[in-house]
């Protein structure tokens, strides 16, 4: 993590960008009696190899039309550099971020929760954002990759938002949750607002490492368990943990005052604040993203420590806090969850703040937009997010407390059944691509095999040149009979042979010369005859 986020060029980034990946998959590998811990390993590191593959594409096109990898000189010829080559380039450094930072269609992730909270709290998963921002005086110049981080950013925002309201495994809405603040973060791209992406990339590691920590809090208590229709009442059991886990969650939602709303809500200001029609829909996506997002934090508080209790009787007798090194980075991480963005949001976004002035990050005065959104942004906009916040809170409250009986109803009907199917299976987008994709590469890679390597490859090589070979072998050995006068006629055969190269070669070559030179002759005749038609 450290060389990826210290080096001072593509190529020593990349160097990190890749132990990155190798650590992720062998930290989760690492769960080997875990099936479906394993295959997700797999699954994350081949969508890796695909963004890896874009981003050493992005590197030689680099490298072809600008002369170097050093950030240096990037970002200095960038400014004079054709924008169809930038756009090049950023797509390909953007297809690599789509892979790391697990954006729509390529996202599979998942792993223990100490794990966890290293992939997707820490530098692991941020790496593609981190990425972006970094090249953020290259990009900035390409207006088409801006366009295309912030759509992605809100489709992926929307989507996982989505998907994790639907799951009942405590880790995987924490996960999905992760990917949507992931959206929120390129959708601060899109927008040229970098500074932002990066105080909203910090934040979001306090209060997301806190839930995943707080989460394994939770399944160290109930013996292992992390399906939440198995929890309930484990409020009165684990009263530090609801507590942490609570106020990760306030922050995660953009509670005002905590670490999350000074960067989210920020975020979402900012998409109104440019006043461009795709920014606008991106604001009224995002909202809705962020609805999915209070949703799901009230599902995880409401069914782990608030419902009546629906686990066995053995999670409640074993169901205790966990000791002093278990329980101490969760109440750090509290404190920061509370009280990082309220301390640090004028270092990073405030009007006039000299923080980035080594020009780590760049943003064009044209694409300048942060006092548009602090002043000319209506109040009712900025507070949308907060009242739909609040109304949605109250609402995944009383619904299930007071009227469950609507909501039993509604899973149990057929409809119920397909639209819990369809966003509990990720939009069936791992059966598409098993159907669709894989299918189609193993059938293609079948064929090649078939033809290329069990084929022309294998006639070649141990089928062709070996048979031939043995022959050969075996055809000289049987000329070895023993008598001295066949051993004569063989050497005197052979001088023959020697002397007639030795007299003919010369001969022969200068035929073959004459005659290619003859026929360079007729086309170059030719080529002239066609060329003077056709100017008559």
């Not at 950013?153 to 999905?176: E, H, M, N, P, R």
């Not at 922050?251 to 005052?257: I, K, M, N, R, T």
């Not at 949308?384 to 109250?394: D, G």
Request: charge should be negative.
């Amino acid at each position: 993590m450290i060389i990826l986020v210290t080096g001072n060029n593509y190529l020593l980034m990349f160097v990190g960008w890749e132990g990155v990946g190798v650590c992720s998959y062998l930290l989760v590998s690492f769960w080997f009696t875990r099936i479906a811990a394993n295959q997700s390993s797999l699954a994350a590191f081949l969508t890796n190899r695909v963004g890896d593959c874009l981003l050493t594409i992005g590197m030689f096109v680099i490298l072809w039309s600008l002369g170097s990898l050093d950030y240096n000189v990037i970002f200095s010829i960038a400014p004079y550099t054709n924008e169809n080559v930038i756009t090049m380039i950023g797509i390909c450094l953007l297809i690599g971020a789509m892979a790391k930072s697990s954006q729509t269609p390529l996202e599979f992730r998942e792993g223990p929760t100490p794990v966890s909270a290293l992939i997707h709290a820490a530098t692991m998963v941020t790496a593609g954002v981190y990425l972006l921002i970094r090249s953020s005086p290259l990009i900035e110049y390409s207006t088409t990759v801006l366009l295309l981080c912030l759509w992605l950013g809100a489709i992926t925002t929307v989507f996982s938002s989505l998907v994790g309201l639907f799951q009942q495994d405590i880790k995987k809405i924490i996960a999905y949750s992760t990917m949507s603040q992931l959206g929120m973060m390129v959708i601060a791209i899109g927008l040229s607002s970098y500074n932002i992406a990066i105080f909203h990339l910090i934040n979001h590691a306090f209060y997301k490492g806190l839930l995943f920590l707080g989460a394994g809090a939770v399944i160290h208590a109930v013996v292992d368990n992390q399906d939440l229709r198995k929890y309930g009442g484990l409020m009165s059991f684990l009263p530090l943990t609801y507590t942490v886990i609570l106020i990760a969650s306030l922050s995660l939602v953009a509670f005002p005052f905590m670490t999350g709303f000074y960067s989210k809500d920020f975020i979402l200001e900012s998409a109104y604040g440019q006043y461009c029609f795709s920014s606008l829909d991106v604001y009224f996506i995002a909202v809705i993203g962020a609805i999915f997002t209070t949703l799901y934090s009230v599902k995880v508080l409401y069914l782990t420590f608030l419902a009546n209790p629906n686990g066995p009787v053995n999670y409640y007798k074993n169901a205790h806090e966990g000791d002093i090194f278990l329980s101490l980075p969760l109440v750090i991480l509290a404190l920061f969850s509370i009280y990082f963005g309220y301390l640090t949001k004028d270092i990073f976004i405030g009007l006039g703040s000299g923080f980035f002035t080594d020009n780590s990050i760049f943003i064009h005065p044209m694409h300048e937009i942060l006092i548009d959104t602090e002043f000319a942004v209506p109040s009712l906009f900025k507070l949308l997010p907060l009242i739909f916040t609040v109304l949605f809170s109250v609402l995944a409250i009383v619904y299930p407390e007071f009227i469950p009986s609507a909501i039993s109803s509604f899973k149990l009907s057929n409809l119920g059944y397909y639209i819990f199917g369809f966003f509990n299976q990720r939009f069936l987008l791992e059966f598409f691509y098993n159907k669709f994709i894989v299918n189609t590469v193993l059938d293609i890679g079948g064929q090649t095999t078939k033809i290329l390597d069990k084929g022309s490859i294998e006639w070649v090589g141990p089928y062709g040149m070996g048979v031939v070979l043995t022959t050969i072998s075996k055809t000289v050995s049987n000329l070895s009979k023993g008598v001295v006068t066949d051993y004569a006629l063989y050497i005197l055969i052979s001088i023959c042979f020697y002397v007639s190269i030795y007299t003919f070669a010369p001969i022969f070559f200068d035929l073959v010369n004459s005659v290619i030179v003859s026929c360079v002759i007729v086309l170059i005749a030719i080529h002239n005859f066609i060329v003077s038609l056709s100017d008559v």
